[in-house]
């Protein structure tokens, strides 16, 4: 039972234009999600993260975007940039809990 | 900002022997680590929730006899796999989990850069 899903395995953007990285969750009790970006080899990297009180979080060139109604979220890179190239991966987590999900992954790819 | 680190970054060993990774809080204390594995191109897969000084909990369908955690201090995780064999080979990850570092989350683990495990 997936409980994160992260539909798309690749994007491929354009250095300069927006990415957007999508994300959905089944379970209800989820309350906080994070997104996190990964090289190959290496540990996963906190990028930003959101709590199901808001609706938006911003930091820099990422925003992500939570809509409850439709357990839905959202990763904005605006400019997007080849160094921005790399696996993002979704996660939540119930806040007792502390375990957290992941998603699937998606492979961004910013050509110059 | 947080930092964790893991040794080795990658071992290669032989059938039947044991490795030990280590997975340590360099800049804060962390009552809760967690280890993860990850398959290529697969999500990363929660093995075990590791607590400091007791039991670790362990995700369904992962062997506690076979996958030793042992938190022995705020800062130090270790997994040891027992008896390796080549199904385990894997890219291990850890994690530590810092609570209420910020008003902006109240719940972030940061990961170490992991270990690629490859058993002969």
């Known amino acids: 039972d997936q409980q994160v899903k992260q539909n798309s395995p690749s994007l491929s953007v354009q250095e300069g234009r927006i990415s957007i990285l999508n994300c959905d969750y089944t379970?209800?009790?989820?309350?906080?999600f994070l997104w996190y970006k990964k090289y190959p080899a290496e540990g996963p990297t906190f990028l930003i993260s959101?709590?199901?009180?808001?609706d938006k979080n911003e930091d820099g060139r990422f925003t992500v975007f939570l809509n409850k109604s439709a357990k839905h979220l959202s990763l904005h890179i605006v400019p997007s940039q080849p160094g921005d190239s790399a696996v993002y991966f979704c996660a939540a987590t119930a806040h007792q809990g502390g375990k957290l999900i992941f998603g699937q992954g998606t492979e961004l790819s910013v050509k110059p | 900002g947080a930092v964790v680190s893991q040794h080795p970054s990658w071992v290669i060993c032989k059938s039947g022997t044991s490795v030990k990774i280590e997975c340590r809080s360099l800049d804060f204390q962390a009552t809760t680590m967690f280890w993860y594995r990850q398959f290529p191109k697969q999500s990363l897969m929660l093995m075990a929730t590791s607590n400091e000084g007791s039991k670790a909990t362990y995700e369904q369908g992962v062997e506690k006899d076979k996958f030793l955690i042992n938190h022995a201090s705020l800062t130090l995780s270790t997994l040891t796999v027992t008896s390796a064999h080549p199904e385990d080979s894997s890219f291990y990850i850890c994690?530590?989990?810092?609570?209420?570092?910020?008003?902006?989350?109240?719940?972030?683990?940061?990961f170490g850069p992991g270990t690629r495990l490859t058993v002969l």
């Open positions: 959101i709590s199901s009180i808001k």
């Open positions: 379970n209800s009790m989820f309350d906080y």
């Open positions: 994690s530590a989990r810092i609570l209420g570092m910020s008003t902006t989350f109240t719940d972030t683990q940061y």
